[in-house]
Structures are given as structure tokens and as C-alpha cells.
């Protein structure tokens, strides 16, 4: 049975730091794209990053230079820190895997197995 499990959320003021975890069993993250998605209440789940075995990362625009996603293969983990955070960061952020055959998955359908998610708000 694959499980996700986020961790790491909470409640930061603007340009503070936050690193969120994701702990996989029942998969192997280097055999997988690992993604972190967030979704805002009244908005589109969006894809924020994601990482696969060779090390390739995608960052949404708007967190490039902010975020870095990565990984521990031996802890089975996938990292999110989150520095300078802003408030429109403030969203409900979800782990998703996608099996490693998919290229270059995007769209949140190409992932398969989801975790439960991690609040992160971020004030003003």
C-alpha cells in the first residue's frame, strides 16, 4: 500500500521559512516524479515542483528562486523549503507521485498517489 505523508506546515510571517517533508512507503521516490502541489481555498490545484531520479526539477514561475525541491533516497523523502515566503504562498500543499514513466508529468491527473497535505500560511 503506497502512503505519502506530509509534513512540515504551519504559520510564518512574510519572508520567513518553512521546509515541508514528504515521506513515501510502498514506493520508491527515485523510481517516481515526486511533485508538490498546493491549492488555495477558491482556486486551481497548481503544481508548484517536482523532481525526479535524475535530479530534474520544474518550479512554477512564481516560486523559482524561492523554492527548492530534493531528495533523500535512503529516507525516502522529498524536501520543499520554502524561503521568502509571501502570502499569496498561503495554501493547502499536497505530495504527489507519479510513476517514473510518465514524462515530465504536469498535470495533477499524470499523478497517482497523493498525501493528505499541509496547511502553510503565510501573514502580512
Known amino acids: 500500500q503506497v502512503r505519502l505523508r506530509e509534513s512540515g506546515g504551519g504559520s510564518v510571517q512574510a519572508g520567513g521559512s518553512l521546509r515541508l517533508s514528504c515521506t513515501a512507503s510502498?514506493?520508491?521516490?527515485?523510481?517516481?516524479?515526486m511533485g508538490w502541489y498546493r491549492q488555495a481555498p477558491g482556486t486551481e490545484c497548481e503544481l508548484v515542483s517536482h523532481?525526479?531520479?535524475?535530479?530534474?526539477?520544474y518550479y512554477l514561475d512564481s516560486v523559482k528562486g524561492r523554492f527548492t525541491i530534493s531528495q533523500d533516497n535512503i529516507k525516502n523523502t522529498v524536501y520543499l523549503q520554502m524561503n521568502s515566503l509571501e502570502p499569496e504562498d498561503t495554501a493547502m500543499y499536497y505530495c504527489?507521485?507519479?510513476?517514473?514513466?510518465?514524462?515530465?508529468?504536469?498535470?495533477?491527473?499524470?499523478?497517482?498517489?497523493w498525501g493528505q497535505g499541509t496547511q502553510v500560511t503565510v501573514s502580512s
Open positions: 523532481i525526479n531520479r535524475d535530479g530534474s526539477t
Open positions: 510502498g514506493l520508491t521516490p527515485e523510481d517516481s516524479y
Open positions: 504527489a507521485a507519479a510513476p517514473s514513466w510518465v514524462a515530465w508529468p504536469l498535470f495533477a491527473s499524470q499523478y497517482n498517489y
